[in-house]
């Protein structure tokens, strides 16, 4: 579904990921790991067109859209969840899920309909849809940030660091949530510090270390090779 190729990418002079390549399949959940600094947001960044890159190429569904706006990949089916959330906090639970749809040329009956959608994963939101947003709590401002998401029906869904900050309770039903989503047919780019968390959840991997791919493979197959998770990750 997803295709990187040779991709680097520099803020100013100094690439900070070097010729890097990556697949997501199909349906599936494909974790990106790494340590602070390793280049994980700024790949998500540059999938979304958020960021250029100096080389190489994103393709999606077979398409190339290195080039396009990032409202264009939105429309395409690429959905970004970003680190912190980002939801607009002067606007209410239900504003920030319409904003989600913005992009789409929706009839009004189906906004509704994925407003039901998100409602019915997370009945939280649905509780508090008139509540402002910069009121809720971390987690439910992550479901909100999801379900912002979720309201443009993605194909593939981009979460970067959905527990960051979080209590260890909430980040279960979060990563709950998502393989929820993906079994629901939605495909999961997933950035996670924790490497444990991620290869729980995940099909796949690809571990990130000063913007380099430096180990991928099934997920299963990762978790089992403590030492590569110590020398990148910190054996976390
Ligand atoms: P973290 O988990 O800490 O967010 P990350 O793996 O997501 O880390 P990135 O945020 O992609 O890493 O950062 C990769 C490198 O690029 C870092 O050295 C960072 O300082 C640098 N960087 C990120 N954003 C910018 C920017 N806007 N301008 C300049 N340098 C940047």
């Known amino acids: 579904m997803l295709k990187i190729e040779n991709l680097t990418v520099a803020y100013e002079v100094a690439p900070v990921l070097h010729s890097i390549n990556l697949q997501v399949q199909e349906g599936q959940i494909v974790a990106l790991l790494g340590a602070n600094g390793a280049g994980k947001s700024t790949t998500l960044k540059t999938i979304s ?3 250029r890159p100096m080389e190489g190429s994103v393709s999606f569904g077979g ?7 990032p409202d264009e990949i939105v429309e395409l089916g690429i959905a970004h969840v970003p680190e912190g959330r980002l939801v607009f906090p002067g606007l209410t639970v239900e504003e920030n899920l319409r904003i989600g749809s913005y992009t789409q040329k929706f009839t009004q009956a189906e906004i509704k309909a994925e407003l ?12 508090r849809k008139r509540q402002l947003a910069g009121t809720m709590s971390g987690g439910e401002q992550q479901m909100l ?9 993605p194909k593939l ?46 099909h796949y991997a690809y571990v990130l270390s000063v913007g380099k791919v ?23």
């Open 145 to 153: 940030a999801i379900g912002r998401a979720l309201m443009c029906k």
């Open 157 to 202: 869904l981009m979460l970067d660091e959905p527990s960051l900050g979080l209590a260890p309770v909430i980040i279960d039903s979060i990563m709950e949530k998502i393989t929820e989503i993906n079994q629901h047919g939605t495909t999961i780019l997933l950035i996670e510090q924790n490497a444990h968390l991620a290869l729980e959840v995940s």
């Open 63 to 69: 398409k190339e859209i290195t080039k396009l706006r």
């Open 116 to 127: 039901e959608n998100v409602y019915e994963l997370f009945p939280r939101l649905a509780e």
């Open 214 to 236: 430096v180990s991928e493979g099934q997920s299963a197959d990762l978790a089992k090779d403590k030492a590569m998770l110590a020398a990148y990750l910190g054996g976390s």
């Open 49 to 51: 067109g958020l960021v």
